[in-house]
């Protein structure tokens, strides 16, 4: 299943190259919305607020009164998730909160799976070079996608993989990283970073994967 993405950066959608660069900018919301109202689920992120500068809370609860969300973006305590979901957003996703000091948070990790419906927690696997990255990318850890998936996979229903080396570049998605990545968990999962074929998302879900699309979207390299 393809997923468009609406990441949100001073009161825009954007799409960045790697987390980084921005390539494309938009302020015309409504035209988004009525062009992803057609799909089960969209994911929408924060990025702000994932950096730790400012938010854009109020688009937030524009997009998700009128489209069916995963939200991700600065969502680091149970609190935060449960205003989310008490807003109508489906899943919360969660990745930076996870770490602490460059490790594994159980204790953090048990204590939103207890406040939060396991079935609307995702938890977010960013990874750069094979290791993932918090604070909005900027931050590399030496802790791997498959460490993550093996200390917390008991307390989340789905995983989002995100491929950092391939997000934004239209150059496909390293279908060999994915597969290994799909055999490491049993829970749902949902991948991204430089999906542009159709032939790539129509692979990904004989193997029951969603496939998060933005750049080939917003492009028009793939029809949304």
């Known amino acids: 299943m393809l997923i468009p993405s609406i990441d949100l950066m001073g009161g825009k959608i954007v799409q960045l190259v790697q987390g980084d660069k921005k390539k494309l900018e938009f302020d015309n919301f409504d035209y988004w919305i009525e062009r992803f109202k057609k799909y089960p689920i969209i994911q929408l992120i924060d990025l702000d607020a994932a950096r730790g500068a400012g938010h ?3 688009i937030v609860k524009r997009i998700v009164s009128q489209l069916p969300c995963q939200v991700g973006g600065g969502i680091r ?17 969660i ?4 770490l602490t000091n460059g490790r594994v948070n159980h204790d953090h990790a048990r204590s939103l799976a207890a406040a939060i419906p396991k079935s609307a927690l995702m938890f977010a696997l960013d990874s750069r070079a094979g290791r993932v990255a918090i604070d909005g990318w900027r931050e590399q850890t030496t ?4 460490d993550m998936i093996r200390e917390l996979e ?9 491929h950092i080396d391939t997000e934004g570049l239209m150059g496909g998605i390293p279908m060999d990283t994915v597969l290994a990545i799909h055999r490491a968990t049993t829970r749902h999962l949902v991948v991204a970073g430089g999906i542009t074929h159709q032939q790539e998302i129509d692979s990904l879900d004989a193997l029951g994967i969603d496939a998060v ?12």
């Not at 305590?77 to 996703?93: C, Y």
């Not at 990745?95 to 996870?98: D, P």
């Not at 802790?143 to 498959?146: G, R």
């Not at 008991?154 to 995100?162: D, H, V």
Request: one cysteine or more; charged letters at 15%.
């Open 56 to 58: 854009n809370r109020e």
């Open 77 to 93: 305590d149970a609190a935060t998730a449960q205003e989310l979901l008490g807003l109508g957003v489906r899943k919360v996703i």
């Open 95 to 98: 990745g930076s909160a996870l």
């Open 143 to 146: 802790v791997t996608a498959f």
């Open 154 to 162: 008991q307390f989340c229903e789905s995983f989002l993989y995100t």
């Open 213 to 224: 699309v933005g750049m080939a979207v917003y492009s028009g390299k793939i029809s949304a």
